[in-house]
C-alpha cells in the first residue's frame, strides 16, 4: 500500500476566484493524493495587523473567509515557513496560527516560540493506518523574522523555524595566490 503526495508551491489566495474559474480539474488531481501539501506564502488576517518594515517585497494577507477556496482545493497540510510569514509581524503570525487552528487546517514553520515553529504537524491518513509528520523551515527571512525560546526570563519570540546555514569558502593555494 503506497502513499501519495502531492506538494504545490506557494499559495498566494489574495482576492476571491472570478466567477468562470473551474477549480475543479485542479482539486480533483490534488484530492487523487493521501498528503496534499501547499505552501501558504501568507500571513492570514482581518487587515487588523500592522505591517511590518521587513518583507518579501510586499505584504501579503489573506482573509480569513479565503481560506474555505483554499480547502475547496483539497489542500489537508500546510507549510508556513517562508519569507511572507512576518509580512504583518508577531500579530499577524499569531492571527494565522489562530485561522489554522479554528479550521481545522495543520500547518508547521511559525510558531508563539522556536520550539512551537519547529514543531512538526501531523496528518492522519485512517484507511492507511499512517501518520505523516511535516516539519516546515525556510532559508529565506531576515533575523527578525526568526522564532525564539524564552530564556532567562525573557519571553519567547513568535516567527518562522529558520533554517540556519554558514556559508564558507575554501579557496586552492594556486587561487590564494592569485587573490594576493
Avoid at 505552501?39 to 505584504?59: H, I, K, M, R
Avoid at 516539519?135 to 523574522?145: E, G, K, L
Wanted: some cysteine.
Amino acid at each position: 500500500m503506497g502513499l501519495k503526495i502531492c506538494a504545490t508551491g506557494d499559495l498566494m489566495l489574495l482576492s476571491d476566484f472570478p466567477a468562470s474559474y473551474d477549480y475543479i480539474k485542479i482539486a480533483d488531481i490534488i484530492k487523487q493524493n493521501d498528503v496534499r501539501l501547499t505552501n501558504l506564502e501568507s500571513v492570514v488576517s482581518d487587515w487588523n495587523c500592522y505591517a511590518s518594515t521587513f518583507c518579501g517585497g510586499q505584504w501579503i494577507n489573506t482573509e480569513p473567509d479565503r481560506m474555505e477556496d483554499v480547502k475547496k482545493f483539497g489542500f489537508n497540510i500546510y507549510s508556513c515557513a517562508n519569507n511572507h510569514s512576518m509580512d504583518y509581524s508577531f500579530e499577524g503570525v499569531l492571527s494565522t496560527k489562530k485561522v489554522l487552528e479554528q479550521k481545522g487546517m495543520p500547518y508547521a514553520g511559525i510558531g508563539l516560540s522556536l520550539k512551537e515553529a519547529a514543531a512538526p504537524a501531523y496528518l492522519s491518513i485512517p484507511e492507511k493506518n499512517i501518520k505523516v509528520a511535516l516539519i516546515s523551515v525556510t532559508s529565506t527571512f531576515i533575523d527578525a523574522a526568526r522564532a525564539g525560546d524564552e530564556k532567562d526570563g525573557i519571553p519567547a519570540r513568535p516567527g518562522v523555524n529558520p533554517l540556519r546555514v554558514q556559508t564558507k569558502y575554501k579557496v586552492s593555494g594556486i587561487h590564494y595566490e592569485q587573490l594576493k
